[in-house]
Structure formats: structure tokens, C-alpha cells
């Protein structure tokens, strides 16, 4: 079978920025998929990588370099970055430049791989600044005047605090605010398919939400797209010419995960390797390991593994072995890997056949289960769960009209027992503790016909639909109402 690539065009070029790998190109990647929150799943992946990588001549893509790659991660926290950025602007007001200047550069490479939102912008403006005025002190005109640029291209109105900066590097600063509102702009345009109303971040600013369309001077950005929990890959656009169009499948790069182990999170299993497969090429292997765990949520389970050709979009093999408890047995799993890599099939795996369901495909005994009742009951019929409803909602009706009945009655007897009624059957206008008992008692009245009015028109409704919806067999049901003494009840059974 073979499993092609999700097409969608890309007017630009998305650059992505990826480390350079010491030695030869890794050749495999080893991806968990499922649930990336699953902590099982990223254990027996786990113990799968640590086997095949164990064996000499293996060149797998290890995690820190698929972290790398795909979502490269500060040396510290933001507190521990704000704190070298200090360290750097005390260099600076000391004059030593030169010291300064590593130092400063390498808070900005770190800011760029903190999570995206105002406190990494804001950071991002500060080191930006202190490398402008040490550039300057250092009579590095030009390169003080980008780094300026970095923040005015994004921030036309960004204004230097009087009390930290001289006259003449404010008078730089506004020199250069005013050269760039006259210089031409390039149109971007930033869409996410899969994932509308995405929010779109450039340099780590909050630019709006997709589809966007922006005014941007020319350079290269780093661009973000970020959706509740799907967060895209950082992506460098350079951003040149009249216009600049971008489209990022968010669904497909917010789906990978990089902790606690590479995964790819999907509910389709053929979505699953066609994401995987894209995710080989933007890794540069040539072939994925896809890890599931399958099974009920207690008891074994069957760990497989299918080895995807990225340059091919073809499935090579699929094998598998039921679980003891928590941990792979190291034999199956050496038998697994045994398969993986060389397509050698040992008695411990099930090889996946053509055309034949695997068993960590078929559903599980309490999916079956459901299955089963489900086929039994007939399939779900919209217009008959409407039914269901409206009858429910004019039985507790009904059984609401039972019980303030049983309440009006109480009351009558309340008046009778206690002498509040004369001869004509009335309540004298001086007898105020009557009157309440007769103003609560018409109160419960007005009530008690508005239930039983809707009750009726509910249950009438809900027989009709119950009539008209399809069934292959209508489900017996049953309403019961039951009212005495000490209270009402009221009851809808059947199978639904």
C-alpha cells in the first residue's frame, strides 16, 4: 500500500532552519503514534529506539537532535536568559564592549527559542537595544543600526526611554523610524488551511490571526503559527518582492510533539503515516519508524511497528507483538527490531499481512462490545433521539404537574384544619395568615397548568417524531406516572 504525501501548494518556500548533524545523515527516525500524553506509549517506543540503537551500524535521528531540528529549545528558563542580559548590559556600562558583544548575541540566540508570545517580544526588544548602543559605542554604525531596524520593522511607534538613552542615539533612532516608513513594503499573506483563525507570530510578536495580511519591510522573519496546543515548526520567510504568500498546515506541524519522545499525535491511522512520511522529509531521513500501542485500556497490549519509505510514500513492513503488563519483553523486542531492519520475521512477531487486518487494528473486546450493542439497538437516528428527548421533557413535566398537586392539597387542607374558611367558603380579608396560604395556593395553580398544558404538547410531539423517525425495528417504550400521598413519580423506559 502505498501512502502519498497530504498535496497542498506552497507559494514560498518555507526555509527551515536545521541543525547541522555531526557525521553521516541519520537514515531513520523513530516517531511514537497515538496519544502523546500517554506515558506508555513513550516508554515502549523509548525501549524499541534504545534497542535498534544499540546495534552497531544503526544510524538513527536521536531525540535531542528531532528536538533540534524541529523545535530547538533555550539552555535555560526565561528568568535564567533575563538574567545573562543583565550580566550584558552590566558589561556594557563598564565599557567592555567587546565582552559584551558575545554576550549579547548569544541572549538573542536563545530568546528566539523561547515560546512564542509579548514576554518573549519584549525580551527579544531589550536585547535588541543594548546590542544597537553597544554596536554604536564600539563605532559599529551599521550593524547598530539593523539591530535597530529589528525592532522599528515590527514596531513603527516603539519610542526610546529619555532617561537611558543619549540625545544623539534618539536622533539615530528616529532618523532611521522615518527611512523606513518611506521605504516600500512587501504584502505577506499568512494562511493556516487546516486550522483557520490561527493566531500568526513574527519574530515572537502577535501580528493578528489567519488569514493575515500584512504590510512587512523586506528580511527574513521567523514565523509562527500557534492554535490552543498545536504550535507550528519556527519558520524562517524571507520576506521579499511585491508579495509574499505562506501557507503552513498547522493541523499537520501542531500535531508533532517533541516530550517526553518524538510523536506524532493522530486519531487516523492512514492520516498518521501520511503525516509521518512528511515528517521524514522535513527531517531528511529516509525511513520512519512509526510506533503504536494498541489494546484495551488494562492488560496487554500489542506494540507495532511499520517502517515508512519517505522517498517512495510506501509502507516497507508492519509487525507486532503483544505486551506483558508494562514492559516489552527484550526478546520480542529484539525480534521486532530484527524485522524492522532487516525484514527478517521471527515466531515472537506477527508480520501484518496484505488485505488482512492486524490484530492491533482490530477494536478491542469492550470496543467489540459496543459494537455489538450498537448493531443491536440500530444504528443512531437523529430524528428518533429528538423524540427521545421531547418525551423525557414532557414526562418530568407530567411529573412535575403530580407533585404540585400533592402541594395544592396540602394547602386546602391547611385552610380547612385551621378554621381559615367561613361559612361561605371564603377567607376573610382580616385572616392574613389565610390569605398567604391562598395567594401561595394560586401561585402553585398558575404552575401546575403551565406543566400540565407543555406536558401534554411534549409528549404529543415526541410521539409523533417517535412515529415518523426510521427504525428497523421500533424500540418498546414505556412512560409511567405514579402519584400518591407521599409524592409523584414519573418514569420513560425502554431501548433506545
Not at 362 to 390: D, H, I, N, W
Not at 431 to 449: F, L, P, Q, S, T
Not at 461 to 472: I, N, Q, R, Y
Request: aromatic share 6%; hydrophobic share 40%.
Amino acid at each position: 500500500m502505498t501512502f502519498l504525501n497530504n498535496s497542498y501548494s506552497l507559494v514560498v518556500v518555507l526555509a527551515l532552519a536545521l541543525g547541522n548533524v555531526a557525521g553521516a545523515a541519520p537514515r531513520r527516525v523513530v516517531v511514537a503514534n497515538g496519544d502523546c500524553k500517554d506515558a506508555e506509549l513513550s516508554s515502549q517506543t523509548k525501549a524499541l529506539y534504545d534497542t535498534l540503537v544499540a546495534r552497531p551500524g544503526e544510524n538513527v535521528l536521536t531525540a535531542s537532535d528531532f528536538v533540534e531540528r524541529l523545535f530547538p529549545q533555550p539552555s535555560g528558563s526565561f528568568e535564567d536568559i533575563k538574567r545573562q542580559l543583565e550580566a550584558a548590559q552590566g558589561q556594557f556600562y563598564e565599557a567592555r564592549y567587546a565582552r559584551a558583544a558575545p554576550a549579547i548575541d548569544e541572549v538573542l540566540r536563545q530568546v528566539a527559542r523561547l515560546p512564542v508570545g509579548e514576554a518573549r517580544w519584549k525580551l527579544y526588544v531589550d536585547a535588541l537595544l543594548l546590542q544597537a548602543v553597544n554596536y554604536r559605542a564600539m563605532g559599529r554604525v551599521k550593524e547598530s543600526d539593523e539591530a535597530f531596524r529589528g525592532v522599528l520593522r515590527l514596531d513603527a511607534q516603539y519610542e526610546l526611554d529619555p532617561n537611558y538613552y543619549t540625545p544623539s542615539t534618539r536622533q539615530a533612532f528616529d532618523r532611521l523610524r522615518r527611512e523606513l516608513a518611506r521605504a516600500k513594503k512587501v504584502r505577506l499573506s499568512v494562511q493556516s488551511s487546516t486550522l483557520p483563525a490561527a493566531e500568526v507570530f513574527l519574530d515572537g510578536r502577535s501580528m493578528g490571526q489567519t488569514p493575515l495580511t500584512l504590510e512587512v519591510h523586506a528580511g527574513t522573519y521567523e514565523l509562527t503559527l500557534k492554535k490552543g496546543a498545536a504550535v507550528s515548526f519556527p519558520h524562517q520567510i524571507p520576506v521579499q518582492g511585491e508579495e509574499t504568500p505562506v501557507l503552513v498546515d498547522l493541523a499537520y506541524e501542531g500535531a508533532i510533539s517533541a516530550s517526553p519522545f518524538p510523536c506524532l499525535a493522530s486519531a487516523d491511522g492512514e492520516q498518521g503515516l501520511s503525516h509521518a512520511i512528511r515528517l521524514g522529509g522535513t527531517l531528511g531521513v529516509e525511513e520512519v519508524i512509526v510506533v503504536k500501542l494498541e489494546g484495551a485500556s488494562s492488560g496487554p497490549k500489542w506494540l507495532a511497528a511499520t517502517v515508512l519509505n519517505v522517498e517512495g510514500g510506501q509502507k516497507l513492513r508492519e509487525g507486532g507483538f503483544k505486551t506483558r503488563g508494562l514492559d516489552a519483553p527484550a526478546e520480542s523486542l529484539n525480534a521486532l527490531v530484527d524485522f524492522v531492519t532487516t525484514g527478517k520475521a521471527q515466531p515472537s512477531v506477527v508480520v501484518a499481512q496484505a488485505n488482512i487486518q492486524p490484530p492491533w487494528e482490530a477494536p478491542s473486546a469492550e470496543q467489540a462490545g459496543l459494537s455489538e450493542a450498537t448493531a443491536k439497538s440500530g444504528s443512531v437516528r437523529p430524528l428518533r433521539v429528538v423524540s427521545y428527548v421531547t418525551l423525557g421533557a414532557g414526562v418530568a413535566a407530567l411529573a412535575g404537574t403530580g407533585i404540585l398537586r400533592l402541594a395544592i392539597q396540602k394547602d386546602s387542607q391547611a385552610l380547612e384544619q385551621g378554621n381559615h374558611l367561613n361559612a361561605n367558603g371564603n377567607v376573610n380579608a382580616d385572616d392574613r395568615v389565610g390569605r398567604e396560604i391562598v395567594n401561595r395556593m394560586a401561585g402553585k395553580v398558575r404552575i401546575h397548568n403551565g406543566l400540565l398544558i407543555g406536558s401534554g404538547a411534549a409528549l404529543a410531539t415526541g410521539l409523533v417524531l417517535f412515529l415518523l423517525s426510521p427504525a428497523e425495528a421500533p424500540p418498546p417504550v414505556s412512560v409511567g406516572v405514579v402519584a400518591g400521598p407521599n409524592g409523584a413519580g414519573a418514569s420513560l423506559s425502554g431501548t433506545f
